[in-house]
């Protein structure tokens, strides 16, 4: 958590539920759900608030629902400068999504406008080919459509991207990959030290990338990363498929490469 979010965060608790600073900690505060102090959350990092009476009462709620404007409009509190042009892409993902600074150069800021959009935003923007990327919105957007309906737009792709996937740069890949759908699920996947690729959409199947990486391989197919924002249905819970590769052409002659390898449209972005 950013130190300066952190702060406002760990006052609001302390104003609202009369908690008390002890350490590395806030406690005695008053629990909405029970009305004793038992309520506490970590002082350095407060994500969420939870009684200490376990078993009789159990409220836990997350910051981040209780005070949603303290960490929101990233756009206007962390902007990109020409000496730091990536600030507001680095915020969302360490803040809002909660990767490593390790991950900061698999990525660029961008800028998304549509001329019947509410606003502009700043993209976290994942190179996949030439002239082919995909952008995650630091911020949605509500779009009017041509027919007047008003959509949610959260992502944008600019450039075919059929057969292909995006993979964190020089990951090392060896008998299993994890195939995700999204980039930053691939990316938080690859924080935890497991070789991983994102398709882009369910429906595309990385031929260009599979074919890369050789038989000796396996795709582990996972819905939703685990440990991500995102919460899985109970069937995406179920231990991963895996599927054997079989790639059109011969194997590569080492078991291992470079996540250039495996996936050559892949790039630092």
């Known amino acids: 958590m950013r130190d300066d979010i952190a702060a406002d ?13 002890r350490g590395d900690w806030l406690q005695r505060g008053t629990c909405p759900q029970c009305g004793e102090k038992e309520l506490y959350a970590n002082g350095t990092e407060p994500w969420a608030i939870r009684c200490g009476r376990l078993n009789k009462c159990g409220f836990e709620a997350s910051t981040k629902d209780l ?4 960490f929101g409009r990233l756009n206007e509190r962390y902007p990109a400068t020409s000496e730091k042009p990536n600030e507001t892409a680095h915020a969302y993902m360490g803040f809002v999504r909660g990767l490593p600074e390790a991950a900061r ?4 800021q961008g800028r998304f406008w549509h001329p019947t959009g509410d606003r502009a935003t700043a993209t976290v923007l994942f190179e996949i080919a030439p002239d082919v990327w995909m952008e995650r919105f630091v911020e949605p957007v509500r779009v009017k459509e041509d027919d007047g309906d008003v959509t949610v737009r959260k992502q944008h792709f600019h450039g075919k991207f059929k057969g292909f996937a995006w993979a964190p740069p020089k990951q090392r890949v060896g008998d299993e990959i994890w195939i995700v759908e999204g980039c ?7 924080c935890a030290g497991l070789s991983a690729a994102a398709t882009l959409s369910a429906s595309n199947y990385p031929g260009t990338c599979s074919s890369e990486v050789g038989s000796t391989s396996t795709l582990a197919a996972c819905p939703t990363a685990p440990g991500s924002a995102k919460r899985s249905p109970a069937s995406a819970m179920r231990a ?12 590569p002659s080492s078991g291992t ?13």
């Open 184 to 190: 930053i699920d691939a990316a938080s996947l690859a």
């Open 257 to 269: 490469s470079s996540m250039a390898t495996p996936c050559p449209a892949s790039r630092r972005t």
């Open 240 to 251: 991963p498929r895996h599927l054997p590769l079989r790639p059109p052409g011969p194997a």
């Open 105 to 108: 150069g698999w990525y660029r």
């Open 9 to 21: 965060v760990r006052q609001r608790l302390i104003h609202d539920y009369k908690m008390r600073p």
């Open 67 to 70: 005070y949603p404007d303290a």
